[in-house]
């Protein structure tokens, strides 16, 4: 019997997926780094541009099928829920790329640009050796918190994508529209006055 089926016979499929995102080293949740795309018209657009809205960036191959299926579904969502807080943003990651062109074909309505592969991998915490599943998208919260991290091949992106998507997105939208808790007095201080 191969180790992989000795494995999968007496552990659980999460325990896989916690399993296999551990040995890649990625951290969930960890603070979104302020990163950089480079734009059609040459410009850089940084995320926290973005800050305080809830932020889908899919990392993707402009030739890849299932990355297109991911962007249609993406931006499905953000007609829906961009006016509530919610904002995709699209990096092509193969050198060849025409983000211009992947915009026009797909009839996207967010902003596509690219980066550099390594620049993709460190993102998302990927070790230079990994083999990326396309595409890879991560969610990020309104304090700028990356919060949920996705490969090509997890079954976020299954026949329940646009379902988990949304729900994903309407629950990260929820958490940041809740007014914060009032902050509790100091101690020893309750009560007291200045003079």
Same mark, same amino acid.
């Given at each position: 019997m191969r180790?992989?089926?000795?494995?999968?016979?007496?552990?659980?499929?999460?325990?896989?997926?916690?399993t296999a995102r551990l040995s890649r080293g990625i951290e969930l949740p960890r603070a979104c780094p302020d990163f950089s795309i480079q734009m059609p018209d040459g410009k850089q657009l940084k995320l926290s541009t973005f800050q305080g809205k809830v932020i889908a960036v899919e990392f993707l191959l402009t030739?890849?099928?299932?990355?297109?299926?991911?962007?249609?579904?993406?931006?499905?969502?953000?007609?829906e829920l961009g006016p509530q807080g919610f904002q995709p943003v699209g990096v092509a990651i193969d050198p060849a790329a025409n983000p211009l062109a992947y915009v026009r074909d797909l009839n996207l309505s967010f902003p596509v640009g690219r980066c550099a592969q390594s620049d993709a991998?460190?993102?998302l915490q990927l070790s230079p050796a990994a083999r990326m599943m396309m595409p890879q998208v991560c969610f990020v919260d309104r304090r700028f918190t990356i919060r949920h991290q996705?490969?090509?091949?997890?079954p976020f992106f299954?026949?329940?994508?646009?379902?988990?998507? /949304?729900?994903?997105?309407? *629950?990260?939208? +929820?958490? @940041?529209? /809740?007014?914060?808790?009032? *902050?509790?007095? +100091?101690? @020893?201080?309750?009560?007291?006055?200045?003079?």
């Open positions: 180790r992989r089926d000795l494995i999968s016979k007496f552990v659980p499929t999460g325990a896989l997926l916690s030739y890849c099928s299932h990355c297109q299926r991911a962007s249609r579904t993406t931006d499905l969502i953000y007609r991998m460190t993102f996705f490969a090509g091949d997890d299954g026949e329940n994508e646009e379902k988990n998507m /949304r729900e994903l997105v309407m *629950k990260l939208l +929820a958490e @940041g529209s /809740r007014p914060a808790a009032p *902050k509790a007095p +100091a101690r @020893g201080t309750a009560g007291k006055k200045k003079v």
